[in-house]
């Protein structure tokens, strides 16, 4: 097993991985100057999408609110919400929630990621929001390189404004990664932390490269698979996870659902096992930055195997299952949203998947890339339509629709 990187170590590597490609790869990204485009799919014949949005500063989460405005994050920035978002001909109101949180001269990803609703929001107005506080440079560290400190918080989120905004839990100093939440069917609190460094992932004593599972009040489940034991962090779920942006829960099965980047290949979807180890860094499908071999084998006995594999990497963000009646085709299906295919930049789109019993893979189709926007997020609507959430050059909410 690897030895755990220092900090100053796990900085440097970060900034080397997000170097490995020439500037001059990819492929021009469309500007979305259209009213709406129009596509033939593979099973829903012609869909239409409008952008409702446009120039939204570093898009991570959208999350719908149950009058049908949206919530979307700014990573590292503001909370803003879309008044009128998926109301048909509204003109739509972009505010800055007020009372958010924001870190000073940091890069964005530190602050502000996802976000989700109370199960009682209708009535308390909580709302959850997962938030990279910074933490002291380490010495000869790159200064833009900042450490973090994973981060749970609450606040009240009524009239545009948050207030009582607290910390619910926090972890020990690590670099920055992706982060989700989800509420499961049994009202705890599932969260996703990244480990892409070292064995960090394999590490029990933190909260890094996990699922983790608190109750709403940032209190231990006794349930937790690792609680009274020693030198075992009692928030774990599952572990030996990589870098995790995407998290589901599915009220149809009870089933908990994630997305992780794999390093050059290798990217997943899991079903998330209460103490379960998925292998990283250890075990993996993907190859490292350099082409290199991860290891002998990718799986072995003890590590649970993925649902779905993507090689090459589609840098896999956003996670969700159709259960709308607007595409009948593509009901039970899942979304897998996509920033990039081979690691060649703008060739991101929308992946759907046809699954079985079990979540077991019939057939696959890739949305959108026409468009060569990087999806960072997506929900479903109360009448059936999908919202898409696009990190990139247009930064914009999308809105899919059955064409007429």
Request: aromatic residues 8%; charged residues 20%; negative net charge.
């Amino acid at each position: 097993m690897r030895r755990l990187l220092g900090i100053v170590a796990l900085l440097s590597l970060t900034s080397a991985a997000s170097g490995q490609q020439p500037p001059d790869i990819g492929i021009a990204p469309v500007e979305l100057t259209a009213p709406s485009y129009t596509f033939d799919t593979a099973e829903q014949h012609r869909i239409k999408v409008t952008p409702l949005v446009r120039g939204l500063g570093r898009p991570f989460a959208l999350e719908l609110l149950p009058n049908g405005d949206l919530l979307v994050t700014e990573r590292g920035s503001d909370l803003l919400l879309l008044k009128g978002a998926t109301t048909p001909g509204a003109a739509i109101e972009k505010v800055v929630v007020a009372g958010m949180p924001k870190p000073v001269d940091a890069p964005a990803t530190l602050g502000l990621q996802d976000v989700a609703l109370a199960p009682d929001f209708a009535t308390s107005h909580l709302i959850y929001f997962t938030y990279n506080e910074p933490a002291p440079i380490p010495e000869g560290a790159p200064p833009r390189q900042r450490p973090a400190r994973f981060t749970i918080m609450r606040g009240k989120l009524e009239d545009g404004k948050l207030t009582g905004v607290a910390t619910v839990l926090q972890g020990g100093v690590a670099g920055a990664s992706g982060s989700r939440l989800a509420f499961g069917g049994d009202g705890k609190l599932y969260a996703t932390t990244g480990g892409p460094f070292g064995d960090t992932s394999q590490d029990l004593s933190n909260i890094y490269g996990k699922v983790l599972r608190i109750n709403p009040d940032g209190t231990i489940p006794a349930d937790n698979p690792f609680v009274g034991e020693d030198g075992k962090h009692p928030a774990l779920w599952s572990y030996g996870h990589r870098d995790q942006h995407g998290l589901l829960y599915d009220p149809a099965t009870g089933a908990i659902l994630n997305a992780e980047h794999g390093p050059n290949g290798g990217d997943e979807v899991n079903l998330i096992k209460r103490g379960a180890n998925y292998g990283w860094p250890d075990y993996s499908f993907g190859r490292e930055y350099d082409g290199k071999q991860i290891g002998a084998h990718p799986t072995s006995e003890g590590i649970e195997n993925p649902l779905l594999v993507w090689i090459p990497s589609i840098a896999p963000s956003g996670l969700m299952i159709y259960r709308g009646d607007r595409f009948p085709s593509w009901k039970g299906n899942l979304f897998v949203g996509s920033a990039r295919r081979g690691e060649v930049p703008f060739t991101g789109g929308l992946e759907r998947v046809v699954v079985g019993e079990d979540y077991h893979e019939v057939r696959r189709e890739t949305l959108l890339t026409e468009l060569h926007q990087r999806v960072r997020d997506f929900v479903q609507s109360a009448d059936g339509l999908i919202y898409v959430l696009t990190d990139g050059n247009e930064n914009a909410v999308l809105r899919i629709e059955p064409s007429e």
